[in-house]
């Protein structure tokens, strides 16, 4: 095991030697892949390095904070999770946005002594961390000039606002290189276990009125739902998901009365900054709901920007059961039942719709699930009506508040899957990222569009901002990897997926996506091994399909395409199309993309990026496919 691992950008090299011999000069061990072994297993040998390392150093510059950075990124994530991250600066610069548990030591000006006082307090970072205690004094020898204190206000500002409750924020401490604007919304507990639901819609909606607030960054659901069972510490949850804030509470409901009980936690101190209680009648949660919002929003920001005017759920309702039945929904489409819980979950948007036709979300909410369940599995008479259905659900959406992310994402949604027009898709899907750039899955939906539309950068761009408002959401990561995957760049393509198993070691669609990336790298003893463990069926059967062939096991790769095509034919028309093509049958693949068309095959919005249909690019109806599905 080494003593530390150093993270730099390559182009860095020469200024990142002296800060390694200073390392080593104070009786370090130190891994930096200038010294890195040749042969084909480089990868794999940075990996582990990584992963053993006791301390990673990660060096901020203006190379490595930039979008071609993406490595050091990926490095500085993994460090974060294992807690042995430790920032440096040789640049005046910030590390990018949800990177740091401490302010960063600056090296910057630094000529190389390894007796400079700078590099003594480096050592001793590096032995804290190295001896698992908190790390917390660099932030005292930052070079002047920069102090991110600076711009915030005093009591007299808060209380100028004559807000309740809110004095208690007169001073407020970031944590670390967290926005000092950023919050998590924590599961709120429920004292009636029996409506854990109520609770948990609670904490989502307030997260939702907060995230459409553009000053504020609030950490997405997945990653803050992570810490719901034995949560650590406030000031650990806060480090982890990288915010300065914490927002939680609690619910009691006794017949038509409710108590909700919300406070801010700081994160650098673990203590109260804000807590109020309020006594309502349960008619009245969605004005409580609106209310904290806004004590908390206004808090937050005060002294920073003007005084937002009180905040309402976009896309929301006025009827209190309309909102129950929406909660439940919600909760009952996030289990993941499979079909069974789909059903409920549209028996409970079509209560709340039948209480107010005019519920956006609840529109937008149906929407998703219809083109889920059209997706998956349905049969063809079947799954067109359910695409009808669902676009209609988020056209509607979109004409009842045309200002909600989530009724333009739906439509685009509908429309990619359902019509096969990714041209016609364009619009919502960018729409749905201008208004939805402070939510997760709004961001990451939009990153998979844009890898399957081929406009890469704008999607790395999504899919970055997604990962820093929900640093513990695998699918986050995983769509991460897909769009890289899209692009080409298979390299790039494995940090994030790595993390979306490290954080969904059960999920479907990650390992047959790292089959995939080792197939194109020409390692199919790996991919093998990553579709044989693959949940999803079909995903399975399809990469071992194409990885029996590439180890030159004919007998063993015909007898998974038997499988697919007897127990999935119907709903595998595209998975049927790349094995054929990667086999080389150019002819065979083309007509299962005819018949995929014929069937709806939501497949085919992976076609004009899909490396495995290569062999069938130069043939014509190739060409007047792509035209078909709008890729032209």
Request: with cysteine.
């Amino acid at each position: 095991m080494t003593d530390v691992f150093v993270s730099y950008k390559a182009e860095d090299r020469r200024r990142v030697a002296p800060l390694v011999d200073a390392l080593e000069a104070g009786g370090l061990s130190v891994w930096w892949d200038a010294r890195i072994g040749a042969g084909t297993g480089w990868r794999k040998e940075i990996s582990d390095a990584l992963d053993a390392a006791r301390c990673v150093i990660v060096v901020w510059s203006k190379r490595s904070i930039g979008e071609k950075g993406g490595f050091v990124h990926d490095e500085a994530t993994r460090a974060l999770r294992r807690h042995v991250y430790l920032p440096v600066r040789i640049d005046r610069v910030e590390p990018p946005l949800g990177f740091g548990e401490v302010q960063a030591l600056s090296l910057v000006g630094w000529k190389g002594d390894p007796a400079d006082h700078r590099i003594t307090t480096l050592r001793d970072e590096v032995a804290a961390i190295m001896a698992g205690k908190h790390v917390g004094r660099t932030g005292a020898i930052e070079e002047r000039g920069i102090d991110r204190r600076q711009w915030l206000t005093g009591a007299a500002g808060v209380a100028a606002l004559g807000l309740a409750g809110v004095g208690a924020w007169q001073w407020l401490r970031p944590v670390a290189t967290a926005r000092t604007n950023s919050i998590a919304v924590m599961p709120f507990r429920n004292l009636d276990p029996a409506e854990g639901f109520f609770s948990d819609g609670l904490a989502e909606e307030l997260r939702s009125v907060l995230s459409s607030n553009p000053m504020l960054e609030v950490a997405a659901q997945t990653s803050s739902e992570s810490f719901r069972d034995d949560p650590p510490d406030a000031k650990t949850i806060a480090r982890r998901l990288q915010v300065a804030y914490l927002l939680e509470g609690s619910v009691r409901r006794a017949g038509q009365t409710l108590r909700i009980d919300a406070r801010v936690i700081d994160g650098t101190t673990g203590f109260d900054s804000w807590a109020q209680s309020f006594d309502r009648v349960a008619a009245d949660v969605l004005a409580v709901q609106a209310e904290i919002a806004s004590l908390v929003t206004d808090s937050l920001l005060a002294g920073m920007f003007k005084r937002s005017p009180e905040l309402a759920r976009i896309g929301g309702t006025s009827d209190p059961a309309a909102f129950e039945d929406y909660l439940k929904g919600m909760a009952l489409y996030r289990q993941a039942g499979g079909a069974e819980g789909d059903r409920a979950a549209l028996a409970r948007f079509d209560a709340a719709l039948a209480r107010d036709r005019n519920y956006a979300a609840a529109h937008a909410a149906r929407s998703r699930v219809l083109t889920a369940t059209a997706n998956n599995g349905a049969k063809a008479g079947a799954r067109e009506a359910l695409y009808t259905q669902a676009r209609t659900g988020a056209a509607r959406a979109v004409a009842i508040a045309p200002d909600m992310a989530e009724g333009h994402g739906a439509l685009g949604f509908a429309i990619i899957n359902g019509d096969l027009d990714a041209k016609a898709a364009e619009q919502p899907y960018q729409r749905s990222f201008e208004l939805g750039f402070g939510n997760a899955d709004i961001l990451s939906a939009y990153a998979v569009f844009a890898g399957r539309t081929g406009r890469f950068e704008d999607g790395r761009k999504a899919v970055r901002r997604a990962q820093r408002l929900d640093p513990l959401n695998a699918t986050v990561f995983r769509n991460a990897g897909l769009l890289e995957f899209a692009a080409g760049d298979y390299e790039a393509a494995l940090p994030p997926l790595r993390t979306a198993l490290d954080l969904r070691p059960k999920g479907s669609i990650i390992r047959s996506l790292l089959g995939d990336v080792a197939l194109m790298q020409g390692d199919a003893e790996a991919a093998a091994g990553y579709f044989a463990a693959e949940p999803d069926d079909v995903s399975r059967l399809r990469g071992l399909a194409m990885a029996e062939h590439k180890r030159g096991r004919a007998a063993e790769a015909r007898a998974a395409m038997a499988e697919l095509v007897a127990d999935h034919g119907p709903e595998s028309h595209y998975q049927q199309a790349q094995v054929l093509a990667f086999w080389g049958a150019v002819g065979p693949a083309l007509d299962q993309l005819d018949q995929a068309l014929a069937a709806r095959d939501a497949g085919l919005v992976r076609l004009r990026n899909d490396p495995f249909l290569n062999p069938c690019r130069a043939d014509p109806r190739f060409a007047a496919l792509s035209r078909r599905l709008g890729f032209s």
